[in-house]
């Protein structure tokens, strides 16, 4: 025999109650529900896939964080994002697609990053992208914001701000001011929130920069006003090529379609401090900070990318995606008290008691009650008709019917509330159209 | 710059085109949605657990298949079922739980297996079970089996037989007939109908039981006719232990129940063949087997349970539990043909096209029928309606609207059925009304 282990999971990793996870499940559900409103078609991929289609790519810190391991003669990886794997698949069934393709994918990705507050090892992301193998319109870089705009606006998130820029911009700009290592720079601006401004231009000097410019680059990605104000601005600089001009073009229709879509002017703001520098995009490029929380980071990001699938494929497919990191974003709602935990730990409407081993009748109620829609359940156990009250209470099932003899010779069932303890009694139609009335 | 790798995922891996995938998610959804309206509560758990978790229990082929990797000072592996993780969780969160505790979890498992006609090294389970820290009735038994039967309806199976058999009932018979290897025994039982009787036998001799015993044990295992034809022979046998009494009582009960249940007679049968050898059951036991197609094996399967969580500690949880092997499940529906594929590859129902560059109206159409409840997509791209009415077309959308300027100045719009061709000039609410009333 085996001694008893303490049970326990791994840090780093989210678990939920039954009451929470009926929570977690339900903005699943609104975000799947939302992609699939705006025409969005369901895709999965394998959670593990061979490490040479993974990292494909490279990029050290993917590389570290990936769990990769052997099996027999094969390197297999975790995927440790959903776009790496919607690029291979697109590739790979490149005939069978239907371009413009709008895929959405929820599922858990992996990556052994260091143990810190609000970020996970193991977490749901929620992509959605459209792509094409040929041009894709413009007006898709505000689509996506608007949608996931109606998302974080449905699961009860009010201060928020979906920040743009867009990267042919920034390119331009930095292009005018005739730098040699634009990378460098962008993957300083990345982080400028976080360090702040004497660091950040301490690392701009450190890449050879002169402060002139230094204090030109700051200027212009720290811009701040309205929307209007800043595009007023960026269009006056005085900058002459073709990248800048594109960006600008790109970003000041984003702006106009979003409001087009409906999204209020307050909850977007073009920040030319965006930069996702590690990424692949090469137009508007998203991030949505939660404004009392930004030290928690982005928990909606995105972007417009010219060659999704070049690692598996010479054709070249544009697009745009965004993704919601759907873990962190309920562990803030929980923080930030988001979640009022009112719901109960059970999605049953209604419990059926019996007062004897009756259990024909209950067991035809209660096909009755689920064949209307009604979440049901009996309790078969025998137990006091005290005990068993109480386990309706404890997981919050708002209903009891009882079914005794009586009820059984009169054919009426007695209907107990549980919230106000009010009891009726009731034919079994009557009941079915009560619960109904008061929701599933 | 990377050359390029040609995309593949590993064997063994499930990956579906879109239109498969949208069949797929449908019965998903149904399983979900049937275990909801019967009373369970979602689940989720960690896909990597700790090792030692895990592999508490021990056995050779499971520590074999399992996917196994260190990551630091970890030892990790990926859960090869739903149930050592359920386990681990109820005795984890033991005070915070209220039983009975009846959950469902639907999620990916992995097992390195070996390679073979519809088995998967990743697949999708969907377990329920009922558990408690006090007596769980035997209606239990008969309720699970019923609510995988109208599971099964409703995706369409037809041919499938549920088959019943209770350990004790074995247990019993074979302890009357005084052997000293039962699990001996019960492992060669539980592959009676892939090797055969001869190799069966042979087996048992091996075992060192004498032929006569051998005999007796055949002709019990092999048993058929009707299940109240079944259970008259086996209560007329003459053993007298507690334990063969014990197991004839529920199995009566059991078959009795699910007929209340609502199950056809000839959807279940008692098979005293149903072993589950090395699992942990205790009581009744349960396979569901494909009529035209038993050698893909059990496609649903379960048992009662003693003590679920023993390897995590010393409160004695009981219960009863089942899980469809969805991935399985659907590789036979595809294989026997009941996937028709008439789905198309899209949700969408309908498809917005502007005639100019006309977005606004477009996208206040779209956001009103989004709003009724209808999947709705706007074709943004400058293309000729040609290319646009062919895109609906292959993707499989059933409706087009054609938003042009004269339709934006007599607020009528243009709505064509992609399967007639018919074309009708409506009003917006007429549109709504008209989608609706096809369905979504």
């Given at each position: ?42 895709m999965d991929t394998p959670i593990i896939e061979k490490t040479e289609i993974l990292l494909a790519k490279g990029g050290e810190e993917t590389d570290k964080q990936t769990y990769s391991f052997t099996r027999g003669s094969n390197n297999l990886s975790l995927r440790f994002d959903l776009t790496v794997p919607f690029a291979r698949y697109s590739a790979q069934y490149l005939s069978e697609l239907t371009f413009p393709f709008r895929r959405y994918q929820i599922g858990k990705v992996f990556r052994g990053e260091r143990n810190q507050r609000g970020r996970y090892r193991e977490f749901y992301q929620c992509d959605i992208d459209i792509i094409s193998n040929r041009d894709l319109s413009i007006a898709s870089d505000a689509e996506l914001p608007s949608i996931m705009y109606s998302i974080l606006s449905k699961i009860g998130l009010q201060n928020f701000t979906i920040r743009i820029n867009n990267r042919k911009l920034l390119n331009g ?268």
């Amino acid at each position: 025999m085996n001694g008893i282990i303490k049970p326990s999971i791994l840090p780093g990793f989210m678990e939920l109650l039954p009451s929470e996870q009926i929570q977690f499940n339900r903005i699943l559900e609104t975000i799947k529900d939302t992609f699939e409103k705006n025409g969005f078609t369901p895709m999965d991929t394998p959670i593990i896939e061979k490490t040479e289609i993974l990292l494909a790519k490279g990029g050290e810190e993917t590389d570290k964080q990936t769990y990769s391991f052997t099996r027999g003669s094969n390197n297999l990886s975790l995927r440790f994002d959903l776009t790496v794997p919607f690029a291979r698949y697109s590739a790979q069934y490149l005939s069978e697609l239907t371009f413009p393709f709008r895929r959405y994918q929820i599922g858990k990705v992996f990556r052994g990053e260091r143990n810190q507050r609000g970020r996970y090892r193991e977490f749901y992301q929620c992509d959605i992208d459209i792509i094409s193998n040929r041009d894709l319109s413009i007006a898709s870089d505000a689509e996506l914001p608007s949608i996931m705009y109606s998302i974080l606006s449905k699961i009860g998130l009010q201060n928020f701000t979906i920040r743009i820029n867009n990267r042919k911009l920034l390119n331009g700009f930095l292009k005018s001011l005739e730098l040699s290592d634009i990378t460098g720079v962008l993957r300083a601006i990345d982080k400028v929130d976080k360090i702040g401004s004497e660091a950040f231009k301490n690392e701009l000097i450190c890449l050879g920069i002169c402060s002139d410019t230094v204090d030109k680059i700051y200027s212009f990605i720290i811009l701040q006003g309205s929307n209007e104000e800043i595009l007023s601005v960026i269009k006056k600089l005085d900058i002459d090529n073709e990248t800048y001009k594109a960006g600008l073009n790109e970003i000041d229709e984003v702006s106009k379609l979003m409001k087009v879509f409906g999204v209020p002017e307050d909850k977007y703001v073009i920040d030319l401090k965006i930069a996702r520098g590690l990424d692949y995009y090469t137009g508007t490029v998203y991030e949505t900070i939660l404004d009392e929380y930004p030290e928690l980071g982005s928990i909606c990001s995105g972007g417009r990318y010219d060659n999704l699938a070049q690692n598996y494929t010479k054709e070249k497919l544009q697009g745009v995606g965004m993704s919601i990191g759907l873990t962190r974003l309920f562990y803030v709602l929980k923080e930030i008290g988001l979640l009022k935990g009112e719901e109960g730990s059970t999605l049953t409407k209604v419990l059926i008691v019996t007062m004897d081993k009756n259990f024909e009748v209950a067991i035809a109620v209660a096909a009755n009650f689920k064949n209307k829609g009604i979440n049901t359940q009996i309790y078969f156990e025998e137990e006091k008709l005290n005990k068993k009250l109480n386990y309706a209470n404890k997981l919050g099932i708002p209903y009891v019917i009882f079914i005794g003899e009586n009820e059984v010779n009169n054919k009426r069932l007695k209907l107990k509330d549980m919230n106000t303890g009010n009891q009726l009694e009731l034919s079994e139609e009557e009941v079915i159209k009560f619960l109904l009335a008061v929701g599933k």
